[in-house]
Structure formats: structure tokens, C-alpha cells
């Protein structure tokens, strides 16, 4: 199975910070990576998908990049609902899908 | 727009068998290219996809959980279901169902996601 890490772990942020959370593959998984938000209680929600792009409806302060085995997630200006957990998924490897292990994101 | 819903038991004793439905409105299961998955998430960890079904009837499981799981379809109730056997207290978690989108396969609706907790 292709392994996917995520850092860091967690990261305390104020209002109108600029995040960046990295997403490492353990090969080359091209473009096929995706990202999603959870918030406690909540189902995951698709933020970002073929590393770029960004699904309807999501706010366009979240932008992903990279290629190959690394990628991130960047918002622009953090905002109080951005509060939340993040996850990476590669599906290079469909349908042997795998996440990351998550990067929580807390006020400071 | 697509709303999908799980429902099952919340309790299931250790050696027996889970049973979860995933109901889908607001569209056909039938209908456009999509996959129709499990993926689960034990308390304060990780997400770790079960399996999927293709309306045709098509499935993948994760070899880590394939020897006693299986998914099925219900094509006229617009459901499908999951059946995960010999469950142990590791199988204790949020259960969700999502739609899958064939080829770059992401999962763009979920459902809210059911407990179930694997205890005598």
C-alpha cells in the first residue's frame, strides 16, 4: 500500500494567518491526491481534489499544489471556520485508496 | 443535490456481524460514473476506506478486511449495504458511506456517519 504522511501533526493558527500543510506519498502518485476538512462530530468534506482543484462550493482561500510525492494545502487567510482537521488521500493506487493520519488545525 | 444516510445497529457483539445500509435520495445510484464506498474511522484516529460497489454489482474491498466483508446493492431501494463478519472491539467506530467518483476517485458526498461500538 502506498503510505501517506502528513506534517505537521498540528499547528496552532490566528485569524488571517496563511497555513500550509504538507502531504508526502511513500512512491510517485502523480496528481492523485485529494483533500478534505473534518470537523469534530462531522463527516470529512472534499476540499481539493487531483492535487489542484478546487471542488464547488469550497472557498477559494484553499489552493493544493505539488506532484509526484509531495503536495500541499495552503489557505490564504485563516478564517474562524477553517478550524478543523485535515486530511490528504491518494488515489493513485484506486480502488486501494489510503489517507493520511491527519493534520489538526486549533486557534492559538 | 445527493444526501446519503447511514443506518444499522450502533451495538454489535464481538463474533457476530455488522450490518450497515447507506441510503441515497436526491439521484439515481444508478445513474452517472460513480463508485459507491465504506470507509470508517475508530475514535480520535484516521479514516481507513472498507470497500466499494459499482451499480453493476462490481466490488473492491481493502485486502486488510476483505476475507469478511462484503457490499451489496439494492439498486430499486437506492441503498447499499455493508456486512463486516467475526467483528472484534478493533471493528468499534464512525461508519460512513460516500460516493465515489470513478477514475481520479475522490469522495465528494458523504453521510453523516453512524457509531457502532463492538461490545458484549
Known amino acids: 500500500d502506498i503510505q501517506m504522511t502528513q506534517s505537521p501533526s498540528s499547528l496552532s493558527a490566528s485569524v488571517g494567518d496563511r497555513v500550509t500543510i504538507t502531504c508526502r506519498a511513500s512512491q510517485s502518485i502523480s496528481s492523485y491526491l485529494n483533500w478534505y476538512q473534518q470537523k469534530p462530530g462531522k463527516a470529512p468534506k472534499l476540499l481539493i481534489y487531483a492535487a489542484s482543484s478546487l471542488q464547488s462550493g469550497v472557498p477559494s482561500r484553499f489552493s493544493g499544489s505539488g506532484s509526484g510525492t509531495d503536495f500541499t494545502l495552503t489557505i490564504s487567510s485563516l478564517q474562524p471556520e477553517d478550524f478543523a482537521t485535515y486530511y490528504c488521500q491518494q488515489s493513485y493506487s484506486t480502488p486501494r ?12 | 443535490q445527493v ?6 445497529p ?5 463474533s457476530q456481524t455488522l450490518s450497515l445500509t447507506c441510503t ?8 452517472g460514473s ?4 465504506w470507509i470508517r474511522q475508530p475514535a480520535g484516529k484516521g479514516l481507513e476506506w472498507i470497500g466499494r460497489i459499482y451499480t453493476s454489482g462490481s466490488t473492491n474491498y481493502n485486502p486488510s478486511l476483505k476475507s469478511r466483508v462484503t457490499i451489496s446493492v439494492d439498486t430499486s431501494k437506492n441503498q447499499f449495504s455493508l456486512k463486516l463478519s467475526s467483528v472484534t472491539a478493533a471493528d ?3 461508519y460512513y458511506c460516500a ?5 481520479i476517485s475522490y469522495f465528494d458526498y458523504w453521510g453523516q456517519g453512524t457509531l ?5
Do not use: H, M, N
Open chain 1, 97 to 108: 485508496v489510503t489517507f493520511g493520519p491527519g493534520t489538526k488545525v486549533d486557534i492559538k
Open chain 2, 3 to 8: 444526501q446519503l444516510q447511514e443506518s444499522g
Open chain 2, 10 to 14: 450502533g451495538l454489535v457483539k464481538p
Open chain 2, 24 to 31: 441515497v435520495s436526491g439521484g439515481s445510484i444508478s445513474s
Open chain 2, 34 to 37: 460513480y463508485y459507491w464506498s
Open chain 2, 92 to 94: 468499534t467506530a464512525v
Open chain 2, 99 to 103: 460516493r465515489d467518483r470513478e477514475g
Open chain 2, 116 to 120: 457502532v461500538t463492538v461490545s458484549s
